[in-house]
Structure formats: C-alpha cells, structure tokens
C-alpha cells in the first residue's frame, strides 16, 4: 500500500509540476503585455474620452473578475497598443505569437465597425436595423469567442467611465449596450457584467426612472438591510442544526431588474419580490433539494412562485431552485439555491468552463490530460456557440443566417456606405451587389467602385469592415455581361432578379412603342386620329393603350379587331336587297381571281388583304354591301368573327379550274423575324428571286437593343400556289440571323 502511493504521488508531481509552470508563464506573459502596452497607450485618449491605458486596465480587471485567464487579460493590452502601432497584427505576432495577433486583429475591425456604425447618418426610423446590423456584425467575429467576451469587457468598462466621471453617455452607445451586449451577456451566463450593463444603461437612457427606483431602495435601505440579515442568520444557523452545510448570502439588487419587474407585472415597489432575496449555495444537487425541504418547512411558501431550475435548466445553462416564501412578518423573502457548481456558472458564465488556451498550449494538463483536456475544451467552445446562435434566435427566430449544423454567420458580411451606414451582403458580394442593395437605380447607374478608397474592378469580392464608394453615370443601364456568372460581376439572387427585370422592362418598352406605332398608322389612315387611346383601349377589352399595345406588338392581336370597332355595322340584308351580278361569262372562262361561287354562276368577288388567300388554302365567302363576295381563309379570325356576327352572310366558294392560257398569281403576306445586320434584306431578297417568286412590296422595322438589335419584316409575294411558299420559307428561315419566318 506504501509503495503504491509513493509510486502514485512519483507519476503526479510531473504533471503539477508542468500546471505550475504553465501558470507562471501566462502571468509573466500579462506582465509583459502592460509593459508593452504602456508606453503606446500612455497619454492617449479614446474617441469616448477615456483614458487609454485606464481602460485597458480596467478591461483586464473585468476580465479577471469573470475568471479569465492571464494570457486573456494580456490580450486586453495588446489590442489597444494595436492603435499605435505600424502593422500591429505583424508586431504581435513576433512578440506574443499567432493566437494573440489573431485576436488583435478581429477585435481591432469590430471596434472600428462599431464606431463607425454609432456616427452613421441614420434617420431615426431606420436605428433600430442600424442596431440589428451590429449585433449580426457582434456575431460575424464571434468565431474567436475571446473577441465577444473583450467587447462585452470593453463597454462595461466604458459605461463605467461615464458613471464615475458623471458625464452624459451617448444614447447610441447606451441603447446598443441594452439592446446587444446585456442580451449577449445574458445568453452566455455572465451575469456580473449583464446586470451591470442594464443598471448603467438603464441610468443613462432613462435617468428620471432610474432615480426613483433607486430612491426607493435608498429609504428604506437600513430596515431592508437588517430583515434580510436577520432572515439570513436564522435561516444559517437552522440548516447547520439538521446538518446541512450551507452558505447562506444577501443578494445584490439590481435596479434594472427591479423596475422591469414593476413594469412588467404592474406591481409596486413594495411587492417586488427581488428587493429582499438570500442566496443559498450547497455542495451538491441532493443538498439543494433538501434545503428547499427544510425552507418550506421554516417559512410559508407564496403559491405560484417555485421554479426548479435544475431539472429544467434555462437555455444558456442557467441552473437553481427558486422559491418565495413569507417571513415572520408576513414580508416575501426570494430564496435562491444552488450548488457551488452552478454558482460559478451563474457569476461566470462561460468563463467559468471556458479554458481560454492560446493555440499550441495543449498538454498542459491542468484540467485533465491529453484528449480528455481537447474533448472538454471542445465541448466548452460548442456550448458557447450554441448559445450565440440561441441570442441570435431571441431576435429573429428562425433567422436564415443560423445555420442548423452550428456554422456561425459565414454567408454574411457587412460593409458601409460612405456615411458608415452598416449594409448587409451575401458573403461574396461585389460592389454591384452593394449598390443594388443601398437603392436599385444605383445599381443600374454603377460604373465604378472605391473600396477603402481605392478603385477597383466591378467584380472584386467585398470583405467585412470595407467603406465601399459607387461612381454613376446620369443616365445608363446595367451590362448584359453582369449576368453571366462567370464573369462573377453579381452574387445576390436580389441583384440578379433587379438587372433582369430591367432588360425585360426594356424589351416591353420596345414591343409597347411598336405596337403604338401600328395603332397611331391605322388611326390615321381610318382619319380617327381624334380617339383617345386609352378609350380605344377600353372598348377593346383591354385594362389601358399599353396592354392593347403590348399585344399588337407581339403580332398576338390582329389591327382588323380595331378597324371593325372604328367602321359602323353593316346593317343586316332585306329579302329584296338583290347581290350584284355580273353579265355571264363565256363557257369555261375562269371568274376573277380563280374563284367560283357554289350555286351561283357568276358573281364579283374580291381577295381579302387581311389574310391574303391563295391557292389550295380552304376558303369560304363573305357577301358584302355593294362589293361582291369577299373571299377568306377559312381560318382567318375576321372571317370566323363575322361569320359569327352575320352567319347568313357566308356563302359556300371553291377555287375555280387554272386556265391553261395563263397562271393566276396571288399576293400574299410573309413576316419575318430576325437578328439585324447589314445586307439581311438583300439576302432575303436573293432567296426570293432564285426561287423565281416576285416581291412586290417590302415592310421593315427596327429596334436596336444590347445585342445589336431585332428586324421585323413583312415580304407581300406573288405565287400560283401556297404549298409553294412553304418550302421557300424553309429556305428564308436559313439565312443567317433569322429566327423565324412564316406566312402572316
């Protein structure tokens, strides 16, 4: 048994041993940082007014009081002596190593973001997303935890600067210590800077309240002091008598906390159960159930007023046993009970679990040795993440920028206008995607970008931290090329969908003002220039002129639907309106136009222009007043429009014999659709005359877009026969640059 624990004290003093020197090393490193610190920040003063090196001291001693390490509290020096400093990330780095510059440098861009943040030109509806910025920007560097616990440090130490010197804070700064750092605090479980931070905050934004509540707590301080005293002793001294050790203390009371209840639950100061409160700390969980046993049995419990903690602890970890119980005098005294464990974790937060090791100290075997020391710190850094990513969760539930998995805010950066307003982009942003975020007709109008002053290309991706300037131009549109991705000149699916909404405006625009140009030409040549567009427009079915000019535009609305609107209806024939007929033709003499009227032998009839009919399309007759029979393709939408109308008008045609001594040649309508260029017609034009077909009127039109521009173009030829003109479309579709040709 002797041998065995000389062997075993023999195998331990090593590692003490290595603990112990460990220890020493961070203490003299902490030396060293104020040492190094302390001639750079000596004399210099913050933008808030503080004292350089006051503050860095009084951060470390935050720091300190919250269980940090010394090499942490080293870090508070550096990152201020960071400011004096030509390439400080470079200094530190060969001074204090890697781990240290990498702090100085996170923290030194969110103090900087920050700043620059609170002196943004912000009007006073858009703070609150002013605030909401910098608290996902709190976040985007929490990927060194150290960097979260230095700037909750830093502002209670400011805060703290301005109570003592009695000077007015900044209700910016104030607001933001409120709304982001005393919540952040709160989800860690560092409640020694959480209820400071909501005290001084409390004091500065609303002084008027703030003095009530704590003239209150003033007068009746002494007889409060001496009940709870009182409470404290007795209920001391009746736990060590049924043997249960115990550490019986007052509470604090914070006057935030003591407000916010009043407000919240309507209560008045003297019901608020805060003000008289002990707190009870144990050694173990078995322990703590058993003081609450032995307190309900001393004092009455207030009903509704028990929470157990411990079985069902808060979301950042926070673990007791509540309860409210009347004493002799009938007063409500809070009890708290907890074990040392869990009080720790209560002042301390994450501190209190979190080793903060600077990269390469593994092995030093303080906690646990080895991959036990690894697993511990590991889980220590996945239990702080978690609760960042719950704080962010308290504001936006269900926020996109969580990721399930525990990534923290990679996709997310955040850079400024140059009036420091805070803008928010996908990870990978441009400056296009910057100026389409800050206003759409920036975006279109972009042509140029300074980044942190410099000009750079379009395409260069953006950085957290960076000021980011647009130059325009007065009139313009975006680049085709921004949406080739490529080219990589747009990140945002926002951005992208603005460009392309853009383009297509532009293409309606075009199809719109050819569409009026059709309109206005019939106008004119039915002499009702005098009509109001929109009431054409109206009577035609259609909401305004630019619906009914998008249609025509596209060809998807035919011009007849408006001259049948403009010319008044043909009154319906009386039986003795007589159709007017020809003299007789000789025998076999073909009637004009190659047409024959079923059942009639002969009759005037004409070819429509709308839909330009020729041989062997299906036809059918209309009787006209005075003009004979009009002759339709039987698929002409005219046609089956007044055929609706006036069914007894149509009359049964068919397509007479060919003479032998000639060939009838029928006009008929071609449209064509193509890509413009230089000489498109006359190769169009060559296809025709190869194939012997005689054009006999041309129609162009063209609209220059950002591919060169389209040619719209109607061809009237002459041909025997349409099965024809099919295969000389074929050929026509062939020509370079047409994208489509067919008959009208």
């Not at 010394?70 to 870090?75: E, G, I, K, T």
């Not at 950066?413 to 441009?430: C, D, K, M, R, S």
């Not at 005098?530 to 000019?549: C, E, P, T, V």
């Not at 009237?716 to 994208?739: F, H, N």
Request: aromatic share 6%; with cysteine; proline share 4%.
């Amino acid at each position: 048994m002797k041998t065995g624990l000389l062997e075993a004290q023999a195998a331990t003093a090593p590692i003490v041993q290595l603990v112990d020197e460990h220890a020493a090393d961070e203490t003299a490193q902490l030396t060293r940082a104020r040492a190094f610190a302390e001639p750079l920040l000596a004399g210099q003063t913050l933008d808030t007014g503080e004292d350089a090196l006051s503050h860095a001291d009084g951060v470390a001693a935050i720091l300190q009081r919250i269980g940090a390490a010394p090499s942490m509290r080293a870090a508070a020096y550096l990152v201020y002596a960071g400011d004096y400093l030509n390439k400080p990330e470079d200094v530190v780095a060969k001074a204090f190593g890697a781990s240290h510059a990498s702090l100085v440098a996170n923290t030194r861009k969110l103090v900087q973001i920050q700043r620059a943040a609170r002196a943004a030109v912000v009007v006073e509806d858009q703070r609150a997303q002013q605030t909401e910025r910098v608290r996902k920007m709190l976040l985007a560097f929490s990927r060194d935890l150290r960097v979260v616990l230095l700037r909750l440090a830093s502002r209670l130490q400011t805060l703290r600067y301005y109570a003592a010197c009695k000077q007015v804070c900044p209700e910016v700064l104030a607001r933001e210590s409120m709304q982001v750092f005393a919540p952040l605090a709160n989800r860690l479980g560092i409640w020694q800077i959480k209820w400071e931070l909501e005290d001084l905050s409390f004091r500065f934004l609303q002084p008027e309240q703030y003095k009530t509540v704590a003239r209150l707590l003033d007068e009746t301080r002494v007889a409060r002091e001496q009940r709870v005293e009182s409470f404290r002793q007795q209920l001391a001294d009746q736990l060590l008598r049924h043997g249960l050790r115990a550490e019986v203390q007052g509470r604090p009371k914070h006057l935030y906390s003591i407000w916010k209840k009043m407000q919240g639950k309507g209560l008045d100061f003297a019901r608020v159960f805060d003000v008289r409160a002990v707190r009870v700390i144990v050694a173990d969980v078995p322990d703590a159930y058993a003081v609450l046993s032995r307190v309900h049995e001393l004092y009455r419990p207030v009903p509704g007023e028990f929470d157990d903690y411990i079985a069902r602890p808060k979301p950042n970890g926070y673990q007791s046993l509540h309860t409210v119980v009347l004493d002799e005098d009938d007063r409500a005294v809070e009890v708290q009970i907890r074990t040392r464990a869990m009080h720790e974790h209560a002042e301390h937060g994450v501190a209190a679990h979190w080793a903060y090791k600077e990269a390469g100290v593994k092995g030093y075997a303080g906690v646990a040795a080895g991959a036990d020391f690894d697993a511990q710190v590991a889980e220590a850094r996945k239990a702080v993440l978690r609760q960042l990513l719950a704080w962010e969760r308290d504001f936006a539930e269900g926020d996109a920028h969580v990721a399930a998995g525990g990534a923290v805010f990679d996709d997310r950066i955040y850079v400024f206008t140059p009036n420091a307003a805070v803008v928010e982009l996908p990870a990978g942003a441009t400056p296009i995607d910057f100026a389409y975020t800050v206003h759409t007709d920036l975006g279109h109008r972009c042509r140029g970008a300074k980044v942190d002053g410099a000009m750079v290309p379009l395409n260069t991706p953006l950085r957290s931290g960076q000021t980011i300037e647009i130059s325009t131009v007065k009139d313009g549109g975006p680049s085709m090329d921004w949406l080739n991705a490529e080219l990589g000149y747009l990140r945002s699916s926002r951005s992208k969908s603005k460009v392309r909404a853009w383009f297509n405006a532009l293409a309606l625009a075009d199809t719109v003002a050819r569409g009026r140009e059709a309109v206005e030409k019939l106008l004119q040549r039915e002499g009702k220039t005098a009509i109001k567009l929109d009431d054409l427009a109206s009577q035609l079915g259609f909401r305004n002129a630019d619906a009914l000019f998008e249609v025509v535009g596209k060809d998807e609305y035919s011009l007849r639907h408006i001259e049948n609107l403009l010319r008044p209806a043909e009154p319906p024939p009386t039986p003795d309106e007589a159709i007017v007929l020809k003299r007789s033709r000789s025998e076999g003499e073909s009637p004009k136009g190659g047409v024959l009227v079923v059942g009639v032998e002969s009759l005037l009839t004409s070819l429509a222009r709308c839909c330009r009919p020729a041989p062997p399309d299906a036809i059918g007759g209309y009787v006209t007043r005075g003009k004979g029979v009009a002759i339709h393709r039987s698929d002409c939408s005219n046609f089956r429009e007044m055929a609706a109308r006036t069914p007894e008008r149509v009359i049964a045609v068919t397509w007479g014999a060919p003479r032998p001594d000639r060939t009838a040649l029928y006009p008929v309508d071609v449209m064509v659709e193509a890509a413009d260029r230089q000489g498109l017609l006359r190769d169009i034009s060559e296809v025709f005359a190869k194939e012997k077909m005689n054009v006999i009127g041309v129609k162009t039109q063209s609209v220059k877009d950002m591919q060169g521009g389209t040619a719209w173009m109607t061809f009237t030829v002459e041909v025997a026969d349409s099965a024809r003109l099919a295969q000389v479309l074929g050929l026509v579709a062939r020509v370079g640059g047409v994208r489509s040709a067919r008959r009208k």
